[in-house]
């Protein structure tokens, strides 16, 4: 996949973001100055998969807790969520599913799917009663049966919207 770097990002942010080894990201990038990355730049990150032609987006309301599920820009679906307790805000802007993962255990109910954030993710939950509430440590939760729902639809790579 393709990343444009935003304004402050550095290469070593970027490989810990997307979960993917420095040489890794500069063997795919050759001739790339790790010391001078500008705002604009493209890197290829490998091992993300190009979503070229994916119909899906997703936008999240943090103030609203909703996450809505967009198909060729048309919204077809929405769900209630959890977002960060104060100190551990959900994060603002733009990034990506990088990987997804089934029964992650614990409070992250049936499905983890990695957000290009480091240690941020949309996941489930052991406590059903935190949904609509401002709990989390960062992280969007959902309804077990919602986020396998959602991770059935969309693919790694879809971009993810969250705003305040």
Partial sequence: MIHTVKTGETLNQISRDFRTPLPDILNANPGINPDQLYPGQTITIPGIPDTTGNPYSIQVSVNNRTLRLFKDGVQVKEYPIAVGRVLFETPIGEFIIINKAPNPGGPFGTMWMSLSKESYGIHGTNNPASIGNAVSKGCIR?????????????PIGTPVSITP
């Fill in 142 to 154: 959902m309804n077990n049966k919602d986020v396998e729902e959602l991770s059935g639809i969309v």
